[in-house]
Every structure is written in C-alpha cells, then in structure tokens.
C-alpha cells in the first residue's frame, strides 16, 4: 500500500500520472468518487476525512 507521500514523489516523474491527476483536475474540482476511485487504483491509504485536507496540498502543489 503506497503513501500520500510517495504517490507525490511519482507524480514529479510519472507522465502517465500526471496526465491521470489533470484529467481529474480538469474541472477544478474533485468529488468523492473521483477520489475513492483514484485512491483505490492506486493502493493509497487514505480516507475520505482527509479529503479537505489533500486538496488544499494540492492546490499548494499547484494541481488546481
């Protein structure tokens, strides 16, 4: 099961994820499918509490 952390860190080199996280990104918002689907696919930890709270490192990280 992978980390928030070490999807971020796949992000800064895998195209094919960054492709993934724009085409989510598209629309500037993420609803909660979206985002249980993403988590799902990519073994992420995660749970829908910490929504809020990865949203706003993603706008930091300037996904949105």
């Known amino acids: 099961m992978a980390t928030v952390e070490q999807l971020v860190k796949q992000y800064e080199t895998d195209k094919a994820l960054q492709a993934e996280v724009a ?8 609803s909660m499918m979206e985002f249980m689907q993403f988590a799902k696919k990519h073994d992420v930890a995660i749970s829908l509490e910490d929504l809020p709270k990865y949203l706003e490192q993603a706008k930091k990280l300037g996904f949105m």
């Open 23 to 30: 085409a989510i990104m598209a629309d500037g918002k993420v």
